[in-house]
């Protein structure tokens, strides 16, 4: 019986260690990685060519590399990484085709410097994207673009130590032509993010470590953005607002406004739209065109009704029934106002 129960025993012991072993092994080892930092200040000199459609932009900057002798020592023990460049551990984890792209080293050799680190840089240029544009109070608020440097996948393992970025205390800012047509540059910042933890892939390649982002955000010129699309739309809604003033006895002239109202907010709201992407939820502006439509067709059956009701009243009761219409008309009028004031105020608030 005790052979038996060691013998089983011995079985699951041999099980644990086979479906176990290696994954706390792995672990273990993670956990034994020391860290290097390599220090990164970034310098952006241009942003443009900017897509509202695709949130694309192109960028072109400085990137200049601090880093530990151990870690060039490392670069070129490793076959893996072809030319033995501290880029060759980074990526641009926003970038778009990067095959576009380019890295221009400043220096032939990297520099040595007092504290005996090692100084590379590189002009780079390439376009990204960003996934944090929100145009919910388009044409207001604010227009986010972002360089987001992470170390490579598997970067962590070709040194044989944890990869950590840092962010830099000098060196960092934007150059003169880093304005952006029709927009205000409001603020930027250079700084570490949270970590991302780790992936499927991070996983087999090394940790992904935490990322150092760029930001740079820009302010939609409130004065152009009324001028172009709210100034067009509030004259047209105006003079719908502004029909039901006409004696109530000029049922057809009332009658022939609504419908070309309708057509000309139908061509505005589509003018805008073409200059959006395709978005899953509304925009401010929509808000505004969507509530246009309401109040046109409610004017226009309060006008067929008016009108109806005019052909069929005798001489005696017209009084009284234009009087009736002139109220109908009135609180129409004041609801109209005070929906258009409500959406206006709940934007401004969201902002």
């Not at 925009?283 to 046109?296: A, I, K, N, P």
């Not at 009284?320 to 105020?345: A, P, Y």
Request: contains cysteine.
């Amino acid at each position: 019986m005790n052979r038996h129960w060691f013998f089983k025993l011995f079985i699951v012991s041999l099980l644990a260690i086979g479906l176990f072993g290696p994954a706390l092994q792995v672990q273990s080892q993670k956990q034994d990685l020391s860290n290097e930092v390599i220090e990164v200040s970034m310098w952006i000199d241009n942003v443009y060519g900017f897509s509202v459609k695709d949130k694309t932009y192109n960028i072109q900057g400085s990137l200049l590399f601090t880093y530990p002798q151990f870690v060039q020592n490392k670069l070129k023990e490793s076959d893996q990484i072809a030319g033995a460049n501290i880029i060759d551990l980074v990526q641009f984890e926003n970038m778009v085709e990067p095959w576009n792209s380019s890295f221009t080293p400043l220096y032939a050799v990297p520099k040595l410097l007092a504290d005996k680190r090692l100084a590379q840089g590189y002009d780079f240029s390439g376009s990204f994207y960003s996934n944090s544009i929100n145009f919910k109070n388009y044409p207001f608020g604010v227009l986010p673009l972002s360089v987001v440097l992470q170390p490579r996948v598997g970067a962590s393992s070709d040194i044989g130590r944890n990869l950590l970025l840092k962010v830099a205390s000098s060196g960092n800012g934007l150059g003169s032509k880093a304005g952006l047509s029709g927009y205000e540059l409001s603020s930027w910042r250079f700084h570490n993010v949270a970590n991302q933890g780790e992936t499927g892939l991070g996983s087999q390649g090394g940790k992904i470590l935490e990322s150092i982002v760029f930001e740079i955000n820009y302010q939609i010129n409130a004065f152009s953005s009324v001028v172009r699309w709210l100034l067009p739309l509030a004259i047209v809604m105006l003079l719908m607002l502004l029909t039901p003033n006409l004696r109530s006895s000029l049922c057809s002239d009332r009658l022939a406004i609504p419908p070309v109202v309708m057509l000309t907010v139908a061509f505005l709201q589509q003018a805008y739209r073409e200059s959006l992407p395709s978005l899953p939820y509304l925009t401010f502006l929509d808000g505004l065109y969507t509530f246009s439509y309401v109040v046109t067709l409610a004017f226009f059956l309060l006008f067929i009704w008016a009108s109806n009701c005019m052909d069929r009243v005798d001489a005696k009761s017209r009084d009284f029934l234009i009087h009736r219409i002139d109220k109908w008309d009135l609180r129409l009028q004041l609801v109209s106002i005070s929906g258009f004031g409500f959406i206006t105020v709940f934007a401004f608030w969201r902002f």
